[in-house]
């Protein structure tokens, strides 16, 4: 099936992963998604990502994480900010601060796919892609 907008793809198939306690997801594997996973990791939201399957039908398996006896999990909110509709551009000075910095805003910059506070210390603005805590 062919999607447009594979970061909101991605998003939607965590998130419902994530709301039906399931252990692992698979999203289609792209560049972008694949950074966003790595950016996911590195900020402890998911335990880890794996790339499987050949040729055009390759994925993501996302392994989800969950904390305590009655799986919470650690995900509470993912939101798309910049759509294909509408993008939502912010300079290294503007980059929003995400629950006071409790989550994370995961920006494309010219530096590749960081979270808000690389692109700050980076002194980098770019596209806000989404909010995750």
Not at 44 to 68: C, M, P, Q, T, W
Not at 96 to 112: E, H, K, Y
Request: aromatic content about 4%; charged content about 25%; some cysteine.
């Amino acid at each position: 099936m062919a999607v447009n907008d594979t970061i909101a793809d991605m998003l939607t198939r965590i998130r419902n992963a994530n709301m039906a306690r399931h252990q692992t997801t698979k999203v289609p594997s792209t560049n972008m998604t694949r950074s966003i996973a790595q950016v996911l990791k590195a900020e402890g939201f998911v335990n880890d990502y794996e790339e499987a399957g050949e040729g055009v039908e390759r994925h993501l398996v996302i392994s989800l994480k969950y904390k305590g006896k009655g799986r919470q999990p650690i995900i509470t909110t993912l939101k798309r900010v910049s759509k294909p509709g509408l993008r939502v551009y912010s300079g290294s000075k503007d980059l929003p601060r995400v629950l006071g910095g409790i989550g994370i805003a995961v920006v494309s910059t010219s530096s590749g796919i960081m979270t808000d506070r690389d692109a700050r210390r980076q002194g980098v603005g770019g596209e806000v892609l989404c909010y995750v805590w």
